[in-house]
């Protein structure tokens, strides 16, 4: 290693985040969607950037942007996104663009560094058309027909139409080459507060958990809400409550230390206030990094709804809708950022897995990759309150370049 490590710029890395945050500003955090106009100047915005860190920028036919080097030596992909949920936060995605872009101006444009770090802006991470497209793009698990059925959660819009819109239609999307990069870095804002209760300043991130997601869907029988008696009603809506209630009640027997679940969204049909509801359903997730967890527990739910049709009065199915393996971070990978911890963070750092699903986790399928969290105020995200102190977000950066640099064999 160097007697001294590279030089980050936090004033930069500052500009950098407040320029993109007032891209699509929305109270103190934004409001960009997939393919909005926001989100389309955040991509031209570091399509600009690029080129003065060593790179060319290119679109290709996903909306994902590439900055590529051609300095000999080892190369290091690095990145994350800039869309962002719904009026949500600031730093979701676009805190790893940056660093991965400041990453490359310390070290691309050092003579005497060997290697490159390669930037990747990956589109549509927070799932507006699908379940991260971008980065499955990358590594080849997202097909043409995929992308003729995808359409935009909020407005329906499909992403042909949305590609057309952007100027993409027609534009080859890219791959990895095998064997380009040495690995896949990504940084984060941890979106909880093990970092900010703990007086952490780095997270080293283990695993990345599966997101599993189901539809349950309750038939019963719609009729009138004043004429019928409560001893022969089959409310759908009720079966769904109780449903919720029993999965609280009896998951705790069969999870895992820390596996989540989570009732997303309810449906009533017809939905209105003097009618009994004939149809119900319910957008349900479940999130743990062991696979043999989430089986224990997809059986356990589908024993409750034999259940429940055996004993009426309404009826049950369950849909997988999402089946999305755990990752493991690269051990390798962890060193080099618990390594540039201890030089430039005083060491503050904690192994941790994601509770989130990244796109590290995509990238994983095809090289090594590793992932670094900097704390989360009060441990809020996708929201647009979320924020992350000027200081943590300088030592991430710190931390991140000087990762990448020992990643690197610099």
């Known amino acids: 290693m160097p007697d001294t490590p590279p030089r980050t710029e936090g004033k930069r890395v500052l500009a950098d ?13 934004v409001h960009k969607p997939t393919f909005s106009e926001p989100h389309r100047q955040s991509l031209d915005w570091l399509a600009q950037k690029l080129p003065d860190a ?15 080097s051609t300095k000999p030596g080892p190369k290091l992909l690095a990145g994350s996104h800039l869309e962002s949920q719904n009026y949500a936060g600031w730093l979701d995605g676009p805190l790893g663009v940056v660093y991965a872009l400041e990453a490359a101006r310390v070290l691309n444009g050092d003579p005497a560094f060997k290697g490159a770090v390669e930037v990747a802006c990956w589109c549509d991470e927070e799932g507006h058309f699908g379940s991260f497209l971008g980065s499955r793009s990358f590594v080849g698990q997202v097909t043409e027909a995929e992308i003729d059925a995808a359409r935009d959660r909020t407005s329906g819009r499909t992403m042909r139409e949305a590609l057309a819109d952007m100027g993409l239609s027609g534009r080859a999307r890219v791959t990895a080459e095998p ?25 080293v991130v283990t695993s990345i958990v599966g997101i599993w997601q189901y539809r349950i869907n309750f038939a019963g029988e719609q009729n009138h809400a004043g004429t019928t008696r409560m001893a022969v009603r089959k409310d759908a809506g009720l079966a769904l409550a109780k449903f919720c209630v029993a999965i609280d009640q009896r998951f705790p027997e069969t999870c895992g230390s820390r596996t989540v679940w989570t009732t997303g969204r309810i449906t009533l049909d017809p939905g209105a206030p003097s009618i009994i509801p004939g149809g119900a359903e319910m957008l349900f997730q ?21 259940e429940v049709n055996a004993k009426g ?8 809708l999402r089946t ?75 931390v991140f370049v000087d990762a990448c640099s020992r990643i690197l064999g610099g």
């Open 286 to 306: 479940i999130r743990d990094d062991d696979p043999a967890v989430i089986a224990r527990l997809e059986q356990l739910l589908r024993t409750m709804a034999d």
């Open 17 to 29: 985040l407040n320029a993109l945050r007032a891209i699509g500003t929305y109270k103190t955090g």
């Open 324 to 398: 999305g393996a755990p990752a493991m971070m690269n051990s390798g990978f962890q060193d080099a950022i618990e390594g540039a911890s201890k030089a430039l963070a005083g060491g503050r750092s904690i192994r941790m897995p994601s509770g989130a699903g990244h796109d590290a986790q995509m990238l994983a399928t095809v090289m090594p990759a590793a992932m670094l969290f900097v704390p989360s105020i009060g441990g809020i995200s996708h929201h647009w309150t979320e924020n992350t102190a000027d200081s943590d977000i300088v030592t991430g950066a710190e």
């Open 54 to 68: 060593g790179l060319s920028a290119a679109i290709d036919g996903v909306g994902n942007v590439f900055g590529t």
């Open 313 to 320: 009065p309404c009826t049950v199915t369950i849909t997988k």
């Open 179 to 203: 064997g380009r990069h040495v690995g896949y870095l990504e940084a984060h804002i941890e979106q909880g507060d093990t970092l900010e209760s703990g007086r952490l300043a780095i997270g």
